[in-house]
């Protein structure tokens, strides 16, 4: 990414939760911050340019994948993932002053943060019909624009904080209280940020067709080097029926030995394999590696490999031992 200025954009407006994440990244404070009306458009303006990098929702741990974020950073022209940011999730239920819950016939939010919400909805405004918004902030300020056709949002309880104009009508309406959303930051493919020993690797991996064993095999060459899964969802390339990609997450960075092994191995398995990026992990966790899969074994065996090519005796001292023919 260039020095200065740097120029973030997030789904927006002001008040989402993706503009929470991006308010973690060190400099996004002083950066210029451009909102942007949905996941796609904001990817776009990494990709021509307009932007530096993009922070985009990727996972709940609710509702799963971020289907628009892993299909978009999965086509088109190539993008990294940066760093990774969480953010602990908490609605509010908002509404113009003098609206009481029993007068909501109709309610926006975001379709994420919705399916987060539907339990207490079901008990609270059973009656509510359901308006999907661009995110949960444009739905709560569309109520202040007054040109909507609804009648309460869901948001982040800062949107109420920061406007006087909404009232909040019940706090912490989310099914589950533990709800954190993964959020990555997105940007054009240059120098890879350093591997920290606490890493994740993103990669895309469309499956090879009519080949048994195919899935197996993909995950074979993570499995065989040690390399741990945090996510595998399987998305649609939309081309025709039956065609997927896999979407996975792996412990480690690709400088690490058995991670770009297991990189290797995926592309002999399915050339069209994009990697999507190496960055550090957001909670910290240390990568747990076995010693047979360690950067110093990879390089062992390599040397091990060199010395065969090039005539060296390369019998290792106990098979001389226990060998009658050695
Ligand atoms: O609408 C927002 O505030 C967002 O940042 C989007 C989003 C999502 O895509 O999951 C982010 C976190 C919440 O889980 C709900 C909505």
Same mark, same amino acid.
């Given at each position: 990414?260039? =020095?200065?200025? *740097?120029?973030?954009?997030?789904?927006?407006?002001a008040? %989402?939760?993706?503009e929470a994440?991006?308010?973690?990244?060190p400099?996004?404070?002083a950066?210029?911050?451009?909102?942007s009306?949905?996941?796609?458009?904001?990817?776009?303006?990494?990709?021509?340019?307009?932007?530096?990098?993009?922070?985009?929702?990727?996972?709940?741990?609710?509702?799963?994948?971020?289907s628009?974020t892993?299909?978009a950073?999965?086509?088109g022209?190539?993008?990294?993932?940066?760093?990774e940011?969480?953010?602990?999730?908490?609605?509010?239920?908002v509404?113009?002053?003098?609206?009481r819950?029993?007068?909501?016939r109709?309610?926006?939010?975001?379709?994420?943060?919705?399916a987060?919400?539907?339990?207490?909805? +079901?008990?609270?405004?059973?009656?509510?019909?359901?308006?999907?918004?661009?995110s949960?902030?444009?739905?709560?300020?569309?109520?202040?624009?007054?040109?909507?056709?609804?009648? #309460?949002?869901?948001c $982040?309880?800062i949107v #109420?904080?920061?406007?006087?104009?909404?009232?909040v009508? =019940?706090?912490?309406i989310?099914?589950?209280?533990?709800?954190?959303?993964r959020f990555?930051?997105v940007?054009?493919p240059?120098?890879?940020?350093?591997?920290?020993?606490?890493?994740?690797?993103?990669?895309v991996?469309?499956l090879?067709?009519?080949?048994p064993g195919?899935?197996?095999?993909?995950?074979?060459?993570?499995?065989?080097?040690?390399?741990n899964?945090?996510?595998?969802?399987?998305r649609?390339t939309?081309?025709?029926?039956g065609?997927?990609?896999?979407?996975?997450?792996?412990?480690?960075?690709?400088? +690490?030995?058995?991670? #770009?092994?297991?990189l290797?191995?995926?592309?002999?398995?399915?050339p069209?394999?994009?990697?999507?990026?190496?960055?550090?992990?957001?909670?910290?966790?240390r %990568?747990v590696?076995?010693?047979?899969?360690?950067?110093? =074994?990879?390089? $062992?065996?390599?040397?091990? *490999?060199?010395?065969?090519?090039?005539?060296?005796?390369?019998?290792?001292?106990?098979?001389?031992k226990?060998?009658p %023919?050695?």
């Open positions: 990414m260039p =020095a200065s200025p *740097v120029t973030y954009t997030f789904l927006g407006p008040g %989402t939760f993706t994440a991006l308010l973690q990244v400099d996004a404070a950066a210029i911050r451009i909102p009306s949905n996941v796609n458009t904001a990817l776009d303006k990494v990709r021509d340019g307009s932007a530096d990098a993009a922070m985009v929702p990727i996972e709940n741990s609710v509702e799963g994948g971020v628009a892993l299909d950073i999965a086509t022209k190539e993008l990294r993932i940066l760093r940011a969480l953010v602990p999730i908490s609605f509010v239920l509404a113009r002053p003098g609206t819950i029993e007068d909501i109709r309610i926006s939010t975001h379709s994420h943060a919705w987060q919400c539907r339990l207490w909805a +079901d008990h609270n405004i059973p009656n509510a019909e359901y308006i999907p918004g661009s949960t902030a444009a739905a709560a300020m569309g109520l202040l624009e007054g040109d909507v056709h609804y009648d #309460a949002a869901i $982040a309880p #109420a904080t920061e406007q006087p104009g909404l009232t009508l =019940a706090e912490n989310g099914d589950n209280p533990g709800a954190v959303t990555v930051l940007g054009r240059g120098e890879l940020p350093e591997p920290t020993g606490s890493d994740k690797t993103t990669v991996v469309p090879p067709e009519d080949r195919a899935l197996m095999e993909i995950l074979d060459q993570f499995a065989t080097r040690g390399v899964l945090s996510r595998i969802e399987s649609p939309g081309q025709y029926l065609h997927y990609f896999f979407s996975i997450d792996a412990d480690g960075h690709v400088a +690490d030995a058995r991670m #770009a092994d297991a290797a191995g995926l592309h002999r398995i399915s069209a394999t994009r990697f999507v990026g190496s960055y550090a992990r957001a909670d910290g966790h %990568t590696v076995e010693p047979h899969t360690s950067d110093q =074994a990879f390089r $062992a065996a390599h040397a091990w *490999v060199k010395d065969i090519l090039s005539g060296a005796s390369v019998v290792p001292e106990y098979t001389s226990a060998s %023919t050695a």
